[in-house]
């Protein structure tokens, strides 16, 4: 197969997984005095557009790299 297929699986799979888990968190540790440890968990939201722009240039990406090879 070619690079270009391989590329696409991998943006379609991204992005079908940024778009069912929505977002990631960021956790951060604040303050770590002795046995006291603060952190602050924050969570990132992706938008969900960016997600199908993912999985659309994927599709794209393995429909001409399988097209060129057929032809």
Do not use: C, H
């Amino acid at each position: 197969m070619r690079a270009s297929v391989w590329v696409g699986i991998a943006l379609i799979v991204a992005g079908v997984a940024l778009f069912l888990q929505g977002g990631f968190t960021k956790k951060e540790e604040v303050l770590d005095v002795g046995p006291l440890e603060v952190t602050k968990t924050e969570r990132q939201n992706i938008p969900p557009w960016l997600a199908g722009i993912a999985v659309v240039g994927g599709v794209v990406l393995v429909a001409t790299g399988l097209r060129s090879k057929a032809a």
